[in-house]
Structure formats: C-alpha cells, structure tokens
C-alpha cells in the first residue's frame, strides 16, 4: 500500500483530540436524543426535507448544527487518526494498513447485511446513522490493536 496518501505523524495526534471528544459527545447525543448542546443556526442545505412539509432543494434553512459539528469533528479526527503515518512507517505497518482496512470493510458490510435482514422500522435508521462512523472504528481499532500485539510480541522476545 502506498503511502503517499498519508498524512504526516503529526496529525494522529491531533486527530484523537478531535476523536475521543466527537465520541463522547456523539454518546451523549445518542442517549439525549439529540437534544443536549442544542445549537440552531441558518445553513445551506442541498435537500431539507423538515417533517410534514415539502422537500427544498438549495436553500438557506435554520436547523440544529449540534449532530453535524459532531458528527464532522468525529469524521475528521477519525481520518486524521487512521491515515496517518506511524513513526517508523515501514513495509509491514503497511501491509497491516491495507489488511485492516480491508477487514473494516468486510465487517462493516457483513453487520450492514445483517441489519438489512433483521433490523426493521426506526431502528434501522439509528442502525444507518452508525453505518456511516463504523468503517473508520472497525479500522482504527484493528491497525491499532493489531501494532499493539505486534509490539508486545516484539518487547517479549527482547
């Protein structure tokens, strides 16, 4: 896997101070039903389609930025995090990259086939809203687990 795609070391860091706040608060949204941090603002949307009433297309519309500031922050932070360069990035970092990666996408497909079958009604777009975080999550938790037992085995032998 190539790594021209990667961002400098420098930004994991900065990425997980964006990441585990964005989590945190998500939770929390999650369990407030999006109510907590309320903050409504006009912004530009491409489609609105607000409950009862006709769809818009391009229009300014005032609407609760809480879930779209959070669920940004947890997006960029979580790029940041898992498509950047270890310190000492070598051939073996790589291919565990590329194999988590692909292992991400297995999962996050298999689980989304499963909801498809067994999840039904509202539930399912609560199960769509997580779809869209769970790739970057099964991938950052893999790499990182997978460095971890690597550096482990390596301290071991020593």
């Known amino acids: 896997m190539s790594n021209e795609f990667l961002l400098p070391n420098k930004y994991k860091l900065i990425g997980w101070c964006l990441l585990i706040p964005a989590a945190i608060l998500g939770l929390i949204l999650t369990f407030t039903s999006m109510e907590t941090f309320r ?17 818009e297309f391009f229009k300014v519309v005032n609407s609760n930025i809480t879930p779209t500031i959070v669920g940004a922050l947890f997006i960029v932070g979580a790029m940041m995090v898992g498509f950047s360069k270890e310190k000492s990035e070598d051939e073996f970092i790589a291919k565990v990259r590329l194999s988590s ?7 996050n497909y298999i689980l989304l086939f499963l909801s498809f079958v067994f999840v039904h009604g509202f539930s399912f777009l609560n199960v769509m809203m997580y779809n869209m975080f769970t ?3 099964i991938f950052i938790v893999r790499f990182n687990y997978i460095l971890y037992k690597n550096s482990k085995s390596v301290s071991d032998e020593k």
């Open 39 to 55: 903050v409504n603002s006009k912004v530009f949307a491409i489609i609105n389609e607000p409950l009862m009433e006709p769809t």
């Open 101 to 107: 990666l692909l292992w991400a996408v297995w999962i």
């Open 135 to 137: 790739v970057l999550i």
